[in-house]
């Protein structure tokens, strides 16, 4: 380790970590918005769930770095886009949530769902005041684990171009420099377990019934 | 979609040359499988024997799950990176990265089907004249087995996906296309070893998939209570 390497380039440090956020971060927020939506489809109508559930299953078994590949022949983009690697990792964020999504949705016990009618709740407000809420907690595992992936796998991305840290490691590697290569993992772990707190957190806010349970 | 790129993709596929020879098609799934075969099997000759002892003694657990989870969050090519650049571009290095990551599903696959056996069946088994070598080895292992395959599904997939990257530091197998196909700005190239790998991936999947499948008919009663388990439990480790 060469340690006064850090501040002197805390620039190109500083850059690839902010990339890193922004290319992990975006495509979670992406995917929350659209699983939601797409979980109460495959919960609600069973042929829906026969098509989204494999569907999922298929997609979250390619590689990462295949798809970054693959994305610019579907999408019509330039393969040092950076949309390639936020559309890839959505997709699999969206492929992760939706399935927790249906069967959060699933489990919520129906005497709830019947009282929620009984006291003059129509569906769609049912769906966000109480189904909803009740989901919290496993989209929140969901959301852990695809934050989590997400942070590892954006650094694959250096491989074309786009990678925020892992910039460090292919540059580390280029000038055989174990440093840069070390300060882009540590800080990788950093912000995953940044994340995972947060989102803990996030999650006792927003269901605060399971703080007595975890 | 651009249909020149579909076409050009065709024709590559379509040119017997990428075919044969060292840098064919078959001679890449070979490396590929051989890297990611090598490395499974040692992972399960480490894993499975620690996990099995340690779901059996329920000593040491909270290990496991802190290093399935601590491990979600490594980077795969700093790993693979950092690794080249200690001990040099060999067989150890790539080993060791693809080990790190087979190691951890394996280890909780095969831990929480130990644990999860019903202390009941085990007290049985105990009870009828069994040593606590055959309680593992006869009952709890063979109960276990849906989890540890889920397990070294999750592994496979895992290695499988992250030998693509091994190409990157000069080694052989699919991801030569892609590294390959990069440095000589031949996007064709790129697109079709990414399509080999995708493919490799879901076929491997698909294999294990139906493994588990046929094994789980014999052990239903056990299925139905661990199935769903093992699939949110591992859901989560991907490459």
Known sequence: MIWDWIPRNQPL??????EHVVLSALPVLIGLVLAIPLGWLANRFPAARALLIPAAGVIYTVPSLALFVLLPVILGTKILDPANVVVALAVYTLALLVRAVADALAAVPRSVILSATAMGFRPPRRFLAVELPLAVPVLVAGLRVATVSNISLVSVGALIGVGGLGRLFTDGFERNFPTEVVVGIVLSILLAALADASLIGLGRVAAPWTRVAS | MDSGGVMNLFSWFADPAHWTGPGGIPTRVAEHL????????????????VGALIGHTGRGGFLVVGLANALRALPDLGLLILLVLLIGINLVSVQLALLVLAIPPLLAGTY???RNVDPAVVDAARGVGMREHQVLLAVELPIALPLVLGGLRTAAL???ATTAIAAYVSYGGLGRYLIDGQREHDYTQMAAGAVLIAVLALVVEGLLASVQRLLGLRTAGNRAKLGGR??????????
């Open chain 1, 13 to 18: 440090i500083l850059g690839a970590l902010g």
């Open chain 2, 34 to 49: 051989s890297y990611s075969g090598l490395a499974l099997l040692i992972g399960v000759v480490i894993a499975i024997p």
């Open chain 2, 112 to 114: 929480s089907g130990v």
């Open chain 2, 158 to 160: 895992q290695v499988v």
């Open chain 2, 230 to 239: 093992s699939r949110s439990e591992f859901v989560g480790v991907r490459s």
